[in-house]
């Protein structure tokens, strides 16, 4: 309990001070997992949104594909990005590894299916008799995707709150590609771990408090996105 | 069908990714709902460069040289002399070694002797140096229920913790006091296995080890250093073999050399060679070392590392 409180009065003063280190950790954090979840979006949303208007017989494959893929464990998916990004794997020229790149890139392989699952769901929802109704006006296709889409907005949003959750809360991906190296790759998450490991629980939970006042604000900022057209 | 469906999210991914390499990692201010998110960060972050640049060193090297903050310490020194950023992947040996293994670093800091060799033994490096040393000690409860401070070496103290069948704590990482730890063992002539209650193999850091050990109030293997700059967080451990300081420790067994290794270029030809043998000429020159030996000295009454390159010792 002591431990608890004096996690958060540290929390406050450090939020408070502006101090250089942790804004640092923070803008990082921010900038990973908003650049990953800006691509998966711009790829999810309308890839979704096909999947969710097409009538194709692979659809309940393609649904177990994206459902699994949903379900990714980001350690694993972490494993994989190393592999990949390191110097002696296929996509090592691109020398990534250890550098926020290969974070983002772990981040949006998590994200990505996220965000087109839920889109696709969401847009299958909506009612059938729309589509009719629009192109009975004579809509084009895609006037006609665009009018369901925005119909489904709410599943959308929700989709892309639930990535971003997922993104910036996860560690185990972001570790190992990253390397929490202290000035470039460390974010909240890996440096929650770090001050765990040495004894530093304050600092651990003034940093924790920081990602859920984060995740918490993103969340407000997003869903306010849901009342408007 | 199947694979023309999944088609679209798979090139879209990767001219994107492209595009950021192009692009840098600054996103670009486009008007979706991630934009409330990312702008701040746009605009704001110093952008470091993320590909690795000529004027960078990536090290990867052991928790125990990161956590006791010895490398805070001295690599700004390098870092100014240089004009070069050091990122320090702080990792176990075991993994340390693997990530210079694939050429994923430049020069690596790390303590296991054995690996060590194996590394220089299969070409990935050049040569290893000496550069400093500390020791192992063995923690436990303060009652030290089994009575291990009082036994000859640490190989009999394992003996008596194993006889008692009393909670030991293990790594369980293949770092190098993972490493150090099982070859104690060896020499006591017990495997541990997990069908081992009393041992457990927790597969963390040494700080989190440290704080296990704590909380279960069970005796682990840790290097001095980090047990120093935790102490006062482990109200619950002392040290039961080792002694208060590494001249006190009267098994040579426990000493726990660590050694630099730039990796061989001819192997992995992206590696920044020339800056990773300036690194490795400049911490084992004599100024380096001077401050490696008085690093903690002023807080702990002892050093967390002692110096022994052979320049350094040639100087004595």
Redesign the interface.
């Known amino acids: 309990m002591d431990e608890l409180l004096r996690g958060i009065e540290q929390a406050m003063r450090l939020i408070a001070s502006g101090d250089g280190a942790l804004a ?1 950790i923070v ?2 954090s ?2 990973v ?3 990953a ?3 998966s ?4 949303v ?2 979704g949104a ?2 969710g208007l ?1 009538r ?3 659809h309940g ?2 649904t177990a ?1 994206l459902y699994t893929g949903m379900g990714l464990p980001p350690v694993v998916v972490g494993l994989f990005v190393y592999l990949f990004l ?4 296929p996509l ?10 290969a974070m ?2 772990a981040q ?1 392989v998590i994200a ?1 299916p996220l965000v ?1 699952g839920l889109t696709m769901t969401a847009v299958r929802s909506v009612d059938p008799g729309l589509r009719v109704q629009v192109r009975s006006l004579g809509a084009t296709r895609l006037q006609e995707a665009w009018a369901v889409l925005l119909e489904a907005r709410i599943g959308v ?1 929700a989709a ?1 709150v639930a990535a ?1 959750g997922g993104i910036i809360s996860e560690v185990g991906a972001v570790m190992l590609v990253g ?6 790759t460390r974010v909240l998450t890996t440096a929650i771990v770090l001050n ?4 530093e629980f304050s600092l651990a939970i003034a940093l924790g408090l920081i990602l859920l006042a984060l995740t918490f604000a ?1 969340n407000v ?2 869903l306010r ?1 849901q009342g408007r057209t | ?2 694979l023309m ?2 088609a ?2 798979l090139i ?2 990767v001219s ?2 492209l595009q ?2 192009l692009a840098g ?1 600054s ?2 201010p ?1 008007p ?7 702008p ?3 605009a ?3 952008s ?1 460069p ?3 640049q000529p004027g960078e060193l ?1 090290l990867a090297t052991t ?1 125990s040289t990161a ?1 006791s903050g010895l490398l805070t310490f001295i690599l700004p020194v390098f870092e100014k002399a240089n004009n070069v ?1 050091v ?5 176990g040996t075991g993994q340390a070694i693997e990530i210079g293994r ?3 670093a430049d020069v690596l800091l790390v303590h296991a002797r054995a690996q060590e060799d194996k590394f220089v033994a299969d070409g990935e490096a050049k040569e290893r140096f000496d550069v400093m040393y500390n020791d192992f000690i063995i923690v436990g409860p303060k009652n030290d229920p089994v009575k291990v401070a009082g036994t000859k070496g640490a190989a009999d103290a394992f003996k008596a913790i194993a006889a008692a069948q009393a909670t030991f704590v293990s790594r369980g990482d293949k770092s190098g006091t993972n490493t150090k730890e099982l070859a104690i063992w060896a020499s006591a002539k017990i495997t541990p296995t997990k069908e081992m209650k009393w041992y457990n193999a927790i597969g ?2 040494m ?2 080890t ?2 296990f050990s704590n909380e279960q109030q069970g005796y682990t293997l840790s290097d001095r250093g980090t047990y120093l700059s ?1 102490q006062d ?2 109200t619950g451990l002392t040290i039961v073999f080792g002694g208060q300081k590494l001249a006190d420790n009267q098994d040579k067994l426990l000493l726990n050399p660590y050694g630099v290794m730039a990796v061989n270029p001819a192997r ?1 030809p ?1 590696v920044n060679y020339d800056l990773a043998m300036k690194f490795v000429n400049w911490i084992l020159s004599v100024d380096t070392q001077k401050l490696i030996a008085g690093y903690g000295v002023d807080k702990y009454g002892q050093p967390l590392f002692y110096a022994n390159s052979a320049q350094y010792q040639a100087a004595q």
């Open positions: 640092e803008l990082l921010l900038r997992s908003g650049l979840l800006l691509i979006t711009l790829c999810g309308p890839v096909a999947l097409s194709s017989r692979a494959l393609i594909l390191s110097r002696s794997g090592g020229v691109l020398g990534w590894l250890f550098t926020p790149r983002v890139s949006v990505l087109t949003v892309i971003f390397g929490d190296i202290e000035g470039k765990t490991r040495q004894g993103a900022a997003l996105l | 069908m199947v469906k999944r679209p999210p879209c991914l994107l990714l950021l390499t990692c996103p670009a486009a979706t709902v991630a934009a409330t998110t990312a701040t960060a746009a704001t972050a110093t470091a993320v590909v690795r990536l928790t956590d950023k990122n320090v992947v702080a990792v694939k050429g994923d963390q850091g700080g989190d440290l704080l935790m967080k482990l992995h992206a």
